[in-house]
């Protein structure tokens, strides 16, 4: 596997490649990123990771400093799957000086997750956007666990006219239910066996849907209820329409549930599709 960390080297080794499937992450890699890094396998002669954890995603109240930084082992994880390259740029690369220019994320941006974390996706647009013209890849690969950002980064391809394809990977999910993430390293013994509630959650509104009940938001307030009177801080747990995030309405078929609640420190997300009856 080859490490570049500057945008001129990266470019020579991009002109030596033929097809290639890129993995964007911020490094601390699991068992996700790695069936994210398999699924690019199969899209492409070739594969690309990138590494770099994002100052402009995060808050200021944000866990930007004590983010989990495994560089050492995540490259060994890299090599086991047989990645091609690795762009792992020092943030003075990627933003020599202040970025003036942002991506502006459509009105959805400041539901959901952008109402809990403003300009959160003007953050990850902008840097996706760079690493796109950075790595000019043929294919990008993305984990539906952040469902909010996939629809984000996959219009922002579609209405910029970007030459590549989007492709979305599957949740990976421990035995118990919990959706794989760097941040569940922070959960305490305790928290870890309660942190499946949240999934659980989910799976009771998607049933209730299944059942018949279309009236989504007091679906939602229940399941946060649920949480809370377990010890969580629920953000929100909302039912939408999957093809654009929008309030779902009982016309509506193809839907998603998606949740972020705090469990003492620590943010957790997550999401189920479903399809009504």
């Not at 579609?158 to 989007?166: A, H, R, T, V």
């Not at 049933?207 to 809370?228: C, K, V």
């Not at 801080?233 to 309030?247: F, G, M, Q, T």
Request: proline share 6%; hydrophobic share 40%; glycine share 6%.
């Amino acid at each position: 596997m080859r490490i570049v960390r500057t945008i001129d080297d990266l470019r020579k080794a991009r002109a030596t490649l033929g097809e290639l499937a890129l993995v964007p992450t911020m490094g601390n890699l699991h068992a996700g990123h790695v069936s994210l890094l398999r699924l690019a396998r199969s899209h492409a002669t070739t594969v690309a990771a990138t590494i770099f954890v994002n100052r402009l995603q995060f808050a200021p109240t944000d866990d930007f400093e004590s983010y989990p930084r495994t560089f050492e082992d995540d490259c060994e994880k890299l090599r086991a799957e047989g990645v091609d390259l690795l762009f792992a740029p020092d943030e003075r690369v990627l933003y020599p000086r202040p970025q003036a220019y942002l991506v502006e994320p459509p009105p959805i941006a400041n539901e959901l997750e952008g109402a809990f974390r403003p300009r959160f996706f003007h953050g990850v647009a902008t840097v996706v956007l760079k690493l796109f013209n950075c790595v000019q890849p043929d294919v990008a690969v993305f984990g539906m666990k952040d469902y909010q950002q996939l629809m984000i980064v996959r219009n922002m391809v579609d209405q910029l006219n970007l030459p590549l394809m989007i492709v979305e990977g599957e949740t990976i999910r421990e035995a118990d239910g919990l959706a794989m993430s760097s941040r569940n390293g922070y959960l305490s013994p305790a928290e870890r066996a309660e942190a499946p509630r949240l999934h659980r959650q989910l799976q009771a509104v998607r049933e209730s849907i299944r059942s018949g009940r279309t009236d989504f938001e007091p679906l939602g307030e229940q399941a946060m209820h649920e949480l809370h009177g377990a010890g969580w801080k629920p953000d929100y747990i909302s039912v939408r329409r999957r093809e654009d995030l929008a309030h779902a309405t009982a016309a509506d078929r193809e839907l998603v549930v998606l949740a972020a609640a705090r469990l003492g420190g620590t943010r957790l997300i997550d999401n189920l599709e479903l399809r009504a009856p």
